[in-house]
């Protein structure tokens, strides 16, 4: 019997540079590999049973990057948004960006905003892009605008809980993720998701992002089916009542 597989999973699509590297091409040659994976996986997606899926596309640590590397993919994130935003949308995936903008060009912000909003009634697939996203920044600025609503008398700090915080993150729309997966062998979770994560399975896979397949990604999900998920209580096979 299929183990049940997650609906929610999130990937550090880590190794472009080095796929590249190893082949003696430009880094940027596995950035563009690696968006062909992108629309692989996104693709397999509603077969696997995934409903959200999150994808760490460019980190806040990232603009330490060569200054044409950077360039190359904030090209790259044009090219994928025109060329597939019709076929998105078609095949009823909402997309959803989560990170700050405002760093951003404005011609990038417009087309995800536009994206967003093309696909917003979608249900089949929600694929939330992680760009210029660091897992800190979403929280401090949660807390700046949690702080404000305070301060105007809008939200009670009394009340604040674990629900209010989440509420107040990039990703409030979406369900935390069952599972992340990360590419490329480092173990490592990078700022990616500290507070959605707190409780996901992990899977570190050798491969880099560009020799990642849509068959590796069922097959991981289906061995995820089998681990125990306890969030801090103890099973029947542990001498508990579960
Ligand atoms: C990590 O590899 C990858 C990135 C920083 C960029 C990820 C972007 C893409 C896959 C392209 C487009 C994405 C979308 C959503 C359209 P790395 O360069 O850090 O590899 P390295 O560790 O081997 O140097």
Not at 21 to 36: E, S
Request: net charge neutral; hydrophobic share 40%; proline share 5%.
């Amino acid at each position: 019997m299929p183990a049940k597989r997650p609906s929610n999973v999130a990937i550090i699509m880590d190794g472009n540079g080095r796929w590249a590297v190893r082949r003696g091409l430009p880094r940027v040659a596995g950035h563009k590999k690696g968006v062909d994976r992108v629309r692989e996986i996104v693709r397999a997606c509603p077969d696997l049973g995934v409903k959200t899926l999150t994808l760490y596309a460019f980190s806040t640590e990232n603009w330490k990057r060569p200054v044409f590397e950077v360039a190359s993919l904030m090209r790259l994130f044009r090219i994928y948004i025109r060329m597939e935003a019709a076929a998105l949308e078609q095949n009823g995936v909402c997309v959803r960006f989560i990170g700050e903008r405002g760093p951003l060009d404005d011609d990038i912000q417009r087309m995800m905003a536009g994206l967003e909003a093309r696909t917003a009634h979608n249900t089949l697939l929600t694929l939330q892009v992680a760009l210029n996203y660091g897992g800190r920044d979403e929280i401090a600025r949660a807390a700046k605008r949690m702080a404000r609503d305070a301060a105007l008398g809008k939200l009670d700090p009394d009340a604040v809980d674990e629900a209010t915080v989440s509420s107040y993150l990039d990703t409030a729309a979406c369900a935390d993720p069952e599972l992340v997966i990360r590419t490329s062998g480092e173990l490592r979770t990078s700022n990616f998701l500290p507070w959605q994560a707190a409780y996901s399975e992990y899977a570190f896979v050798p491969e880099c992002w560009p020799d990642f397949t849509a068959q590796q990604f069922g097959e991981i999900l289906d061995q995820f089916g089998t681990r125990e998920r306890r969030f801090g209580d103890v099973t029947a096979a542990q001498g508990g009542t579960a």
